[in-house]
C-alpha cells in the first residue's frame, strides 16, 4: 500500500528565515511525486511534479527535491503570503489497475510571521 | 477560464437527506475525480472518471455513486446522508490518468 508522511505538521517561521518541509513515501514504483499549496477554506493549488531521484524545481521562493526515499520542499526567506498548507502526493507507475491515483499525505501547516 | 467549478459552496443536510454536488471544468480534460478531505486523514479519493462514458471506484466508494455527464461535468451523488459523510469534498480534473490533477474550490458538506 502506497503511504506519505509529511514532516513537521506545522512550522512556524520569521520572514526570511528558511526553513524545510518533508515529505517521505512508500510507492510500488513512483511514477511521479507531487507539491500541492492550500489556503484556507481554497482547494490545492498545484506547484511542482518530480519524477525522478536527483530532480529538483523551482519557483519564487520554493524549490522541490527528490531522493529515492523522500522529497523536500526548500522555502528560501519566506515571507507571511507562504502561509498555507503544503500537500504531498504520490503516484505510482503505470501497470495493473492502476488508475492515476494520488496518495496524499496529511501536509504541514506553514506560518511565516511578520 | 475559471478551470474546476463546484456548487456548492456550502451545504448542510439531515440525516438521510440526499444530494448531489455538482462539479464543471473548462479545461478540455478527459479525467475527472472526486475527493474528500477530513482532518488528520488528508485527501482520500472516492470515485473517478477516467474518459467521458467510464466510471470506477477509488478508496472510499461506500454511500456515493457518480455521473460523468459529459465531457466537462462530474457530479457526486449522496442518496442517504450520514454524518460521517461531513467533509469537505474537492473534484479535480486531469488531461488524462496519471497528468497533474487540478482542483476545484471544494464543497464543505455538514451532515446533522
Known amino acids: 500500500e502506497d503511504q506519505v508522511t509529511q514532516s513537521p505538521e506545522a512550522l512556524r517561521l520569521q520572514e526570511g528565515e528558511s526553513s524545510s518541509l518533508n515529505c517521505s513515501y512508500t510507492?510500488?514504483?513512483?511514477?511521479?511525486l507531487f507539491w500541492y499549496r492550500q489556503d484556507p477554506g481554497k482547494g490545492p493549488e498545484f506547484l511542482f511534479t518530480?519524477?525522478?531521484a536527483g530532480e529538483e524545481k523551482e519557483k519564487e521562493r520554493l524549490k522541490a527535491t527528490l531522493t529515492k526515499k523522500e522529497s523536500f520542499l526548500h522555502i528560501t526567506a519566506p515571507k507571511p503570503e507562504d502561509s498555507a498548507t503544503y500537500l504531498c502526493?504520490?503516484?505510482?507507475?503505470?501497470?495493473?489497475?492502476?488508475?492515476?491515483?494520488?496518495?496524499f499525505g496529511q501536509g504541514t501547516i506553514l506560518t511565516v510571521h511578520p | 477560464n475559471a478551470g474546476v467549478t463546484q456548487t456548492p459552496k456550502f451545504q448542510v443536510l439531515k440525516t438521510g437527506q440526499s444530494m448531489t454536488l455538482q462539479c464543471a471544468q473548462d479545461?478540455?480534460?478527459?479525467?475527472m475525480y472526486w475527493y474528500r478531505q477530513d482532518p488528520g486523514m488528508g485527501l482520500r479519493l472516492i470515485y473517478y472518471?477516467?474518459?467521458?462514458?467510464?466510471?470506477d471506484k477509488g478508496e472510499v466508494p461506500n454511500g456515493y455513486n457518480v455521473s460523468r455527464l459529459n465531457k466537462r461535468e462530474f457530479s457526486l451523488r449522496l442518496e442517504s446522508a450520514a454524518p460521517s459523510q461531513t467533509s469537505v469534498y474537492f473534484c479535480?480534473?486531469?488531461?488524462?490518468?496519471?497528468?497533474?490533477?487540478?482542483f476545484g474550490p471544494g464543497t464543505r458538506l455538514l451532515v446533522l
Open positions: 479545461m478540455n480534460h478527459n479525467s
Open positions: 518530480l519524477y525522478s
Open positions: 472518471s477516467a474518459s467521458e462514458g467510464t466510471t
Open positions: 479535480a480534473s486531469s488531461e488524462r490518468v496519471r497528468e497533474t490533477q487540478y
Open positions: 510507492v510500488s514504483g513512483l511514477r511521479g
Open positions: 502526493a504520490v503516484q505510482a507507475r503505470a501497470g495493473g489497475t492502476s488508475y492515476g491515483k494520488l496518495t
